[in-house]
């Protein structure tokens, strides 16, 4: 299978947009934008999301105890480009707030999900990270950020 192909059909598949953040050993703050979350429990609760096997943050986020899954709101596209850059500071004037574990909670999202860093499984050429939601907020009548089609939406195109 041509995966330019399996990409762009993946991409026809309309999400919201995270940011997940944790801290390091180090204290050193970790953050990245993924649209790769999904719900995967309620009595646990659990959720999922996938980081690539080559992200530089990856082990902060295997040997940590901790990390924090944010929904980005339709007014924060700008903070979903910064946390997808590289070789910058992603929290360089980003208002945030220490969560569970140590794990960075951004201010203005629409909800948050707070886990502790519970299982792994390495698939293809990413790793599944299963996090069992400590705390979790939410944003009643908030509109989230969308992604679809290689684009951000503040609603989804008709």
């Known amino acids: 299978m041509d995966s330019q192909h399996f990409r762009a059909a993946l991409g026809m598949f309309a999400t919201g947009v995270t940011v997940i953040t944790a801290r ?21 609760p659990l959720v999922l999301w996938s980081l690539a096997r080559r992200a530089g ?14 929904i980005l709101a339709a007014d924060q596209k700008e903070l979903a480009q910064r946390f997808a850059t590289r070789d910058i500071d992603r929290f360089a004037g980003v208002a945030w707030r220490e969560g ?3 794990a960075p ?5 629409v909800a948050v999900f707070e886990c502790a860093n519970r299982s792994r499984y ?4 990413h790793v599944i990270f299963v996090g069992e939601v400590e705390r979790c907020t939410a944003q009643p009548g908030a509109q989230p950020l969308i992604f679809h089609g290689g684009r951000y939406f503040t609603e989804l195109p008709l």
Do not use: M, Q, R
């Open 24 to 44: 390091s050993a180090d204290g050193s703050l970790v953050g990245l934008t993924a649209n790769s979350f999904n719900s995967v429990s309620l009595a646990p």
């Open 57 to 70: 943050s990856l082990p902060v986020f295997t040997h940590g105890s901790h990390y924090a899954i944010n």
């Open 100 to 102: 569970a574990g140590g």
């Open 105 to 109: 909670v951004l201010d203005g999202t």
């Open 122 to 125: 390495e698939e293809g050429d």
